[in-house]
């Protein structure tokens, strides 16, 4: 279900959201990798993870019945 999820949101957030979450690389190492400044990539991973965040919860909520 993760993978869908972020299949679903825009390459640059989940390519940025990757890198830092699984790839465990710093702000820096991913921005010298996607050629962004910094904050840039911090703005990307926030954003990514808040939009997976949000389609997950929608997904626990139907799917699931569970209620955050």
């Known amino acids: 279900m993760v ?3 972020g299949m ?3 390459e640059e957030y989940w390519e940025a959201l990757l ?3 699984v790839g465990e690389l710093s702000y820096e190492a991913i921005g010298e990798r ?3 400044p910094v904050g840039t990539v911090k703005s990307r991973v926030y954003r990514g993870r ?3 965040r949000a389609a997950l919860s929608g ?3 139907e799917e699931l019945g ?3």
């Open 3 to 5: 993978l869908a999820a």
């Open 8 to 10: 679903g949101m825009t």
């Open 19 to 21: 890198l830092a979450t």
């Open 34 to 36: 996607l050629g962004v």
């Open 50 to 52: 808040g939009r997976l």
């Open 59 to 61: 997904w626990a909520r």
């Open 66 to 68: 569970i209620v955050a």
